[in-house]
Protein backbone atom coordinates (compact mmCIF):
# COMPACT_ATOMS: atom_id res chain seq x y z
CA UNK A 1 0.00 0.00 0.00
CA UNK A 2 2.91 2.42 0.69
CA UNK A 3 4.70 1.86 -2.97
CA UNK A 4 1.35 3.95 -4.14
CA UNK A 5 1.15 6.75 -1.93
CA UNK A 6 2.81 9.44 -3.78
CA UNK A 7 1.69 7.72 -7.26
CA UNK A 8 -1.64 9.03 -6.26
CA UNK A 9 -0.16 12.25 -5.68
CA UNK A 10 1.31 12.18 -8.93
CA UNK A 11 -1.06 10.60 -10.91
CA UNK A 12 -4.24 10.71 -8.98
CA UNK A 13 -4.22 14.84 -8.46
CA UNK A 14 -6.26 15.02 -5.50
CA UNK A 15 -6.89 18.19 -4.11
CA UNK A 16 -6.37 20.11 -0.86
CA UNK A 17 -8.37 23.44 0.94
CA UNK A 18 -6.89 26.37 0.84
CA UNK A 19 -6.75 30.58 1.67
CA UNK A 20 -8.87 32.42 -0.34
CA UNK A 21 -6.47 33.86 -3.39
CA UNK A 22 -5.07 37.10 -3.58
CA UNK A 23 -3.80 37.34 -0.19
CA UNK A 24 -0.64 37.19 0.29
CA UNK A 25 1.90 39.85 0.30
CA UNK A 26 5.12 40.88 -1.28
CA UNK A 27 7.37 39.47 1.13
CA UNK A 28 5.59 35.91 1.07
CA UNK A 29 4.97 35.85 -2.77
CA UNK A 30 7.34 33.08 -3.12
CA UNK A 31 6.50 31.06 -0.27
CA UNK A 32 4.48 27.12 -0.51
CA UNK A 33 2.53 26.52 2.92
CA UNK A 34 1.65 23.26 2.82
CA UNK A 35 -1.58 22.57 3.22
CA UNK A 36 -2.76 26.01 1.77
CA UNK A 37 -0.48 28.39 -0.93
CA UNK A 38 1.84 28.40 -3.46
CA UNK A 39 2.56 32.15 -3.80
CA UNK A 40 -1.11 33.73 -4.45
CA UNK A 41 -1.96 30.11 -5.96
CA UNK A 42 -4.61 28.31 -3.70
CA UNK A 43 -7.36 25.43 -4.56
CA UNK A 44 -10.01 27.40 -6.33
CA UNK A 45 -7.02 29.80 -8.61
CA UNK A 46 -8.07 29.33 -11.92
CA UNK A 47 -6.04 30.11 -15.09
CA UNK A 48 -7.72 33.30 -15.85
CA UNK A 49 -6.48 34.27 -12.04
CA UNK A 50 -2.74 33.35 -12.58
CA UNK A 51 -2.79 35.83 -15.60
CA UNK A 52 -4.43 38.73 -13.39
CA UNK A 53 -1.79 38.10 -10.44
CA UNK A 54 1.18 37.28 -12.68
CA UNK A 55 0.73 39.17 -15.96
CA UNK A 56 -0.91 37.21 -19.27
CA UNK A 57 3.30 37.48 -20.73
CA UNK A 58 3.99 35.43 -17.57
CA UNK A 59 1.28 32.91 -18.20
CA UNK A 60 1.29 29.97 -21.42
CA UNK A 61 -0.09 27.14 -22.16
CA UNK A 62 1.96 23.52 -22.51
CA UNK A 63 1.87 19.89 -21.82
CA UNK A 64 3.22 18.23 -19.00
CA UNK A 65 4.58 14.75 -18.54
CA UNK A 66 3.29 12.38 -16.10
CA UNK A 67 5.19 9.03 -16.74
CA UNK A 68 4.74 6.11 -19.07
CA UNK A 69 4.71 8.22 -21.90
CA UNK A 70 1.39 9.69 -20.67
CA UNK A 71 1.10 13.94 -21.12
CA UNK A 72 -1.61 16.55 -19.77
CA UNK A 73 -2.81 19.48 -21.06
CA UNK A 74 -0.72 22.52 -18.18
CA UNK A 75 0.14 25.71 -17.42
CA UNK A 76 3.32 27.58 -16.83
CA UNK A 77 4.14 30.28 -14.89
CA UNK A 78 7.05 32.22 -15.47
CA UNK A 79 7.76 30.16 -18.38
CA UNK A 80 11.89 29.79 -18.92
CA UNK A 81 13.07 31.21 -15.65
CA UNK A 82 14.79 30.06 -12.04
CA UNK A 83 10.82 30.81 -10.76
CA UNK A 84 8.76 28.25 -13.59
CA UNK A 85 5.86 26.64 -12.42
CA UNK A 86 4.19 23.73 -14.01
CA UNK A 87 0.70 23.58 -12.97
CA UNK A 88 -1.49 20.60 -13.94
CA UNK A 89 -5.37 20.59 -14.10
CA UNK A 90 -8.08 18.53 -13.46
CA UNK A 91 -9.20 16.24 -16.06
CA UNK A 92 -12.44 17.47 -17.49
CA UNK A 93 -11.81 20.70 -15.72
CA UNK A 94 -9.14 22.22 -17.38
CA UNK A 95 -7.78 25.84 -16.72
CA UNK A 96 -10.09 26.08 -14.02
CA UNK A 97 -9.68 23.46 -11.02
CA UNK A 98 -5.41 23.11 -10.24
CA UNK A 99 -4.78 19.45 -9.45
CA UNK A 100 -1.03 20.16 -8.57
CA UNK A 101 2.12 22.72 -9.69
CA UNK A 102 5.31 21.69 -9.86
CA UNK A 103 8.14 23.49 -8.72
CA UNK A 104 11.51 22.03 -10.65
CA UNK A 105 14.19 24.78 -11.80
CA UNK A 106 17.77 24.71 -10.36
CA UNK A 107 17.91 28.06 -7.79
CA UNK A 108 14.27 29.07 -7.86
CA UNK A 109 12.81 31.04 -5.00
CA UNK A 110 10.42 29.13 -3.70
CA UNK A 111 10.47 27.47 -0.78
CA UNK A 112 8.04 26.00 1.68
CA UNK A 113 7.12 27.25 5.20
CA UNK A 114 9.39 24.43 6.98
CA UNK A 115 12.56 25.34 4.47
CA UNK A 116 12.23 22.73 1.56
CA UNK A 117 13.08 23.90 -2.34
CA UNK A 118 15.13 22.62 -4.93
CA UNK A 119 18.48 21.74 -3.70
CA UNK A 120 17.81 20.87 -0.59
CA UNK A 121 20.27 17.86 0.56
CA UNK A 122 18.61 14.45 2.18
CA UNK A 123 20.30 15.13 5.70
CA UNK A 124 18.10 18.35 5.79
CA UNK A 125 15.05 16.74 4.23
CA UNK A 126 15.07 13.94 6.88
CA UNK A 127 15.64 16.45 9.84
CA UNK A 128 12.41 18.59 8.85
CA UNK A 129 10.89 15.27 8.25
CA UNK A 130 11.97 13.83 12.01
CA UNK A 131 12.21 10.33 10.75
CA UNK A 132 13.22 8.52 8.06
CA UNK A 133 10.81 8.05 5.09
CA UNK A 134 10.98 5.62 1.87
CA UNK A 135 11.03 6.58 -1.67
CA UNK A 136 11.07 5.05 -4.84
CA UNK A 137 14.66 3.91 -6.19
CA UNK A 138 16.54 5.84 -8.59
CA UNK A 139 16.80 4.73 -12.76
CA UNK A 140 13.20 4.58 -13.73
CA UNK A 141 10.24 6.24 -14.46
CA UNK A 142 8.91 6.83 -11.03
CA UNK A 143 12.78 7.47 -9.87
CA UNK A 144 13.41 9.42 -6.88
CA UNK A 145 9.82 9.87 -5.44
CA UNK A 146 8.69 9.92 -2.26
CA UNK A 147 6.54 7.31 -1.75
CA UNK A 148 5.93 7.38 2.07
CA UNK A 149 6.48 10.55 4.80
CA UNK A 150 6.45 7.42 7.38
CA UNK A 151 4.18 9.59 10.11
CA UNK A 152 6.82 12.52 9.85
CA UNK A 153 6.17 16.08 9.70
CA UNK A 154 5.23 16.18 6.44
CA UNK A 155 2.89 13.25 6.36
CA UNK A 156 -0.68 13.96 5.81
CA UNK A 157 0.74 17.37 3.85
CA UNK A 158 -0.50 16.92 0.33
CA UNK A 159 3.04 17.60 -0.42
CA UNK A 160 5.62 15.30 -2.66
CA UNK A 161 9.25 15.38 -4.09
CA UNK A 162 11.59 13.85 -6.37
CA UNK A 163 14.66 13.30 -5.29
CA UNK A 164 18.12 12.67 -7.75
CA UNK A 165 21.94 12.29 -6.97
CA UNK A 166 24.86 13.91 -8.76
CA UNK A 167 27.75 11.12 -7.42
CA UNK A 168 29.43 9.17 -10.20
CA UNK A 169 27.47 5.70 -9.94
CA UNK A 170 30.38 3.80 -11.57
CA UNK A 171 32.44 4.94 -8.29
CA UNK A 172 30.09 3.24 -6.35
CA UNK A 173 30.41 -0.95 -5.67
CA UNK A 174 27.29 -2.69 -7.82
CA UNK A 175 26.38 -4.21 -4.52
CA UNK A 176 25.83 -0.58 -3.11
CA UNK A 177 24.42 0.07 -6.26
CA UNK A 178 21.49 -2.17 -6.19
CA UNK A 179 20.11 -1.02 -3.56
CA UNK A 180 18.88 2.16 -4.16
CA UNK A 181 17.97 1.50 -7.81
CA UNK A 182 14.74 0.29 -9.66
CA UNK A 183 11.45 -0.56 -8.80
CA UNK A 184 12.05 -0.79 -4.85
CA UNK A 185 11.40 1.26 -1.90
CA UNK A 186 14.75 2.70 -0.20
CA UNK A 187 14.40 4.13 3.18
CA UNK A 188 16.38 7.36 3.62
CA UNK A 189 18.67 6.00 6.18
CA UNK A 190 20.59 3.82 3.49
CA UNK A 191 23.98 4.10 3.69
CA UNK A 192 25.26 4.60 0.46
CA UNK A 193 23.12 7.63 -0.71
CA UNK A 194 25.67 9.70 1.97
CA UNK A 195 28.15 8.48 -0.91
CA UNK A 196 25.40 10.16 -3.88
CA UNK A 197 24.78 13.77 -2.80
CA UNK A 198 21.21 13.28 -2.47
CA UNK A 199 19.07 16.60 -3.13
CA UNK A 200 15.59 17.66 -4.40
CA UNK A 201 14.98 17.84 -7.63
CA UNK A 202 11.20 18.73 -7.85
CA UNK A 203 7.98 19.60 -5.86
CA UNK A 204 4.43 18.81 -6.00
CA UNK A 205 2.26 20.82 -4.41
CA UNK A 206 -1.11 19.02 -4.36
CA UNK A 207 -4.59 20.70 -3.99
CA UNK A 208 -8.05 19.10 -2.48
Excluded at 124 to 152: C, H, M, R
Aim: negative net charge; glycine residues 10%; aromatic residues 12%.
Amino acid sequence: MKKYVLLSLILGFSLWSCEQPGKSNTNSDWLCVLGKRVGKITASTTEKDLKEYYGEANVVRDSLHIGEGEYVGSTKVFPNTKNQLNIAWKEGQEYKKIARVIVDQVGTQWITNNGITVGTDLNKLTEINQVPFTFFGFEWDYSGNVANWEGGELDGKNFGLRLHYTADMNEIPEKERLKVIGDQEVSSEEGVLQKMNVRVQNMFFVFN
